[in-house]
Every structure is written in C-alpha cells, then in structure tokens.
C-alpha cells in the first residue's frame, strides 16, 4: 500500500478520498506531520491555491504530498463563491455560507453552477495538476443530511437528488472531487511510485 501525504486535516476530505482510492493508498494528513499552521490559501484560482498548499508541505517537511482547492461557481454570481466557497458570508460556518449564498440567489432564475476541484501533486521534484468538475443548479432550501459544505442546496445535472441525499458511494463516482482524485490515481498507478 502507498503513502500519500495529504495537505489537510479536514476529515471529510479525508474519508472521502479514502474511499476513492481504496486499499491501492493509505493517505496521511497534516496530523502525520504534526503540521499545526495555518497554511495560506491566497491565491486567485484553485489551482494557485491548491499549489500553494503542496509548496508550503514540501518546503517545511521535505515530502512528497498532494493538495486540492475545490469550490462552488455559480454562473448567475460571475463564479462566485469560487476561491472564496469556505468563507463566502465572511465566516468559516457553512450554513452562514449557504445562507448568504441563498440570499444573493434570491429572485434569480438561473441556477446554473457547478463544483470544481484542482489537486496539485508534488512527486519527485515535479507538480502536476488534475482537474475534476461537475455541473448542476442551486435549489431554493437544504435537503439532505449526508456530504458537507454545499451540498444540500446542491443537484448535479441528469440527478433528483442533492449531494447531501446520496450515499457516499454513490457521490463518489459523480463528483468534482471523485474525478480529480481518479485521474490522481490513475496517474500514481500508471507510474508506479511510491510516495
């Protein structure tokens, strides 16, 4: 099984990557390293963001490590929430943000967003980048109690249900993260290095 150094300590992040790697990767977390910090996300794009993360791992730990920025764009707010998901009311509380989110929505008939993620891979002295997204629409109030951040008020194109009505499993094999860590481990398998 290989170690893969994951720059968070967010648990759902955690658990839900786990699942889609399955037993090919045992990830560790900023807890391994007994890394504390806070580390910047100051960038203008998810990528800018998510390589900042595996720069700030490798240049205090000296380890081969992978990190993601995931969002929500919604069409009808230029792409807000964007880089900003976690603290788009000001505040780190979710259902803060997805009130505020709500309220700028009030009124407007397109819906249209979508959820983005980008990981940056720091392998051998090389960053890569892989890119999941998934299209979908915002509906008017929270349904579901699983999945985390936007999810409630979240329905991907061609489903009824939210992400927060699915099983995990099934989330797993649709989602904006489910993509970019397939193509993630389809590129550590295929060349076949240990982290």
């Known amino acids: 099984m290989k170690a893969l150094y994951f720059a968070t300590n967010n648990p759902h992040k955690v658990q839900e990557i ?10 560790k977390t900023l807890n391994d390293l007994a890394c504390e910090e806070d580390i910047p996300e100051t960038g203008t794009t998810f990528e800018e963001n998510a390589k900042q993360k595996t720069d700030f791992i490798v240049e205090r730990y000296d380890v081969s490590c992978f990190a993601d920025d995931s969002g929500l764009e919604v069409e009808a707010l230029n792409l807000e929430p964007g880089v900003y998901s976690a ?21 407007v008939e397109d819906r249209t967003a979508r959820f983005k993620t980008v990981i940056s891979l720091y392998l051998d002295g ?9 299209s979908g629409r915002i509906i008017d109030q929270r349904r579901g109690e699983k999945g985390f951040g936007y999810d409630p008020i979240f329905i991907p194109e061609g489903y009824a249900e939210t992400f927060a009505e699915m099983s ?22 295929k060349t076949d290095e240990s982290i």
Request: avoid cysteine; proline fraction near 0%; charge should be neutral.
């Open 18 to 27: 786990q699942s889609i790697l399955g037993d090919e990767f045992e990830i």
């Open 126 to 134: 090389k960053q890569y980048f892989f890119e999941g997204s998934i």
């Open 87 to 107: 603290r788009y009311s000001g505040s780190r509380n979710m259902d803060e943000n997805i009130d505020f989110l709500l309220e700028r929505l009030a009124g």
């Open 168 to 189: 995990i499993n099934k989330k797993n094999t649709i989602s904006h993260r489910a993509i970019a860590v397939k193509k993630l481990a389809d590129f550590l398998l």
